[in-house]
């Protein structure tokens, strides 16, 4: 039997990671009308299909951006999350800020786990990156876990550093390299 290709830039056992589309819109913004409750006060994903056409935009034509759509397997390819690196500098620093959140029907599943470690290996892989960070108020502790889960230390806190919902809200500094990923894990 031939094979054939993935629709997939990466997998795992349950999930598979995707770029962004502009025909992804009608399930993306459905997800997002979903999962309000979950995603507020910390994220605002686009719930319209306008404001999905710019937010996917930017994603896929802007050379400083990347965005992924974790995917179960499982479900026909529905979209479980999204992961955008942000801020992609090359030269010397060779590093992007990442972003991400869970939709409402993914949320607790380890889904967003398994699809942030395929785009960290993805990211210190083909795309060639050597630091990835993460921003994350305080009292978001579902993505603090996340980021901990993930590999992530934290390294810093910045008052006042995004403006999210009307204000400049304080953030914690998580990151990892790819001496992290690398190294042997700590103990005995």
Known sequence: MPHSASRYLAE????GLRHFTYEDGGEFTARARESK?????WLFPPDSTAAYAAYAGRLIEDPTKAGFLV?????????????????????????????YGAFAHAA????????????????????????LEINVQPANTASIALARACGFRLEGFSPSMLFIDGAWRDHQRWAVT???????????
Do not use: W, Y
């Open 12 to 15: 795992g056992p349950r999930v």
């Open 37 to 41: 409750e979950l995603h507020q006060p």
């Open 71 to 99: 995917c179960e397997k499982d479900d026909g390819g529905g979209i479980a999350g999204f992961i955008n690196i942000n801020n992609i500098v090359a030269g010397a620093f060779q590093s992007g800020a990442l972003g």
């Open 108 to 131: 607790g599943r380890g889904l967003m786990r398994e699809g942030l470690d395929l785009v960290v290996r993805h990211a210190f892989g083909p795309m060639r990156l050597h630091r």
């Open 178 to 188: 790819t001496e992290m990923r690398t190294a042997p894990p700590d103990g005995p």
